[in-house]
């Protein structure tokens, strides 16, 4: 696969990474507590089974989420590149600002209802 081609499904797949990550943030949320020495948080007691099935929820749904533009690429490998290469790179980096816009309000419509259980795990979250 040619470099801009690439870049064409990069751009698809951040995109999708930042509305599936909205999503899974929203819909299911869990307390942290800050490790001594490390700066990075980890899951509270108990919810580690969040984090994994949030991680391979997130490939998963980027996976999926990429595959128009996949197909766009593969089914466009015979028009020539000077036509091709800028419209898919431009066509991908819209589908992926789109899916990162429908990601984003689709986070804030499931967040919206939930906001007591949302402030109520932020408490608990020991940073």
Known sequence: MDGFLGLAVDLAGIGAGLAVSNILTAGLP??????AGN??????????GNTIGGT??????????????????????SDPAAIRMPLLVLGAAGYGLALASAGV??????AAPKLPELCQIALRSKL
């Open 30 to 35: 869990y307390p942290v507590e800050k490790r």
């Open 39 to 48: 700066p990075t948080p980890r899951p509270a007691g108990g919810y580690t």
């Open 105 to 110: 309000r689709i986070a804030a419509a499931t």
């Open 56 to 77: 391979l929820a997130c490939l998963g749904g980027v996976g999926v989420a990429v595959i128009p533009v996949v197909v766009a690429v593969v089914s466009t490998n």
